[in-house]
């Protein structure tokens, strides 16, 4: 019913930044809640930022660093990463749920810090 595609991912140097959009389409309506999902060479997925009524919320790791944000009248969500580190590398996936068992996933956007 839903279907999300991210971009804006690339390579880039520590301490820069990176924002990655995400677009959703189809049965928007019943959206709830949207996030960002990374996931490191050998590491679990881990849910980096989400954003519902209630406002956004961030994992330790990234606070003060990334900001998610949402425009509505376009169906479109951010998140603006800056001062990027190694450990920020990942796949970053695009989410969104419309209640519990029914969560969309985008295809997954590569970024990658390095020097």
């Known amino acids: 019913q839903v279907q999300l595609v991210e971009s804006g991912g690339g390579l880039v140097q520590p301490g820069e930044s990176l924002r990655l959009s995400c677009v959703a389409s189809g049965s928007i309506f019943s959206i709830v809640a949207m996030g960002w999902y990374r996931q490191a060479p050998g590491k679990q997925r881990e849910l980096v930022a989400a954003?519902?009524?209630?406002?956004?919320n961030y994992v330790d790791s990234v606070k003060g660093r990334f900001t998610l944000s949402r425009d509505n009248a376009k169906n479109m969500m951010y998140l603006q990463m800056n001062s990027l580190k190694p450990e920020d590398t990942g796949v970053y996936y695009c989410?969104?749920?419309?209640?519990?068992?029914?969560?969309?996933w985008g295809q997954g956007t590569q970024v990658t810090v390095s020097s």
């Open positions: 954003i519902t009524s209630g406002g956004t």
């Open positions: 989410v969104a749920t419309a209640g519990p068992e029914d969560n969309y």
